[in-house]
């Protein structure tokens, strides 16, 4: 059984970064993994999609360039680095994770399983 949980979410002003770890249990179950956020009053997005096997990423147009996905294989961990925050990527953060090869970063509800999420917030 595939489990996440997500860490690392805080308050930070504009400008600033912050990196977000999900520890996976039955990580090598697990063909994807990806970062999704829910901004107040909005529906999911997602945001980065990391592929376990070759480490291929695929990231939302709205963050490139600022955040990166990554995995350490020998931990179970998948990160998320943020940096040049903006008051728009406030939000809350899931993990997610799929154990088919099917892994749609545009449609949420294609995901098998998620973590509890943890807040970031950015400050003007």
């Known amino acids: 059984q595939v489990q996440l949980v997500e860490s690392g979410g805080g308050s930070v002003q504009v400008g600033g970064s912050l990196r977000l770890s999900c520890a996976v249990s039955?990580?090598?179950?697990?063909?994807?993994l990806a970062w999704f956020r829910q901004p107040p009053g909005k529906e999911s997005q997602g945001v980065a999609l990391?592929?376990?096997?070759?480490?291929?990423?695929h990231y939302a147009d709205s963050v490139k360039g600022r955040f990166t996905i990554s995995r350490d294989s020998g931990k179970n961990t998948v990160f998320l680095q943020m940096d040049s925050l903006k008051p728009e990527d406030t939000a809350m953060y899931y993990c997610?994770?799929?154990?088919?090869?099917?892994?749609?970063?545009?449609?949420?509800?294609?995901?098998?399983?998620w973590g509890r999420g943890t807040q970031v917030t950015v400050s003007s």
């Open positions: 997610a994770a799929n154990s088919r090869t099917y892994c749609p970063l545009g449609t949420p509800t294609r995901w098998s399983y």
């Open positions: 039955a990580y090598y179950s697990t063909s994807c």
């Open positions: 990391i592929y376990r096997g070759d480490g291929s990423t």
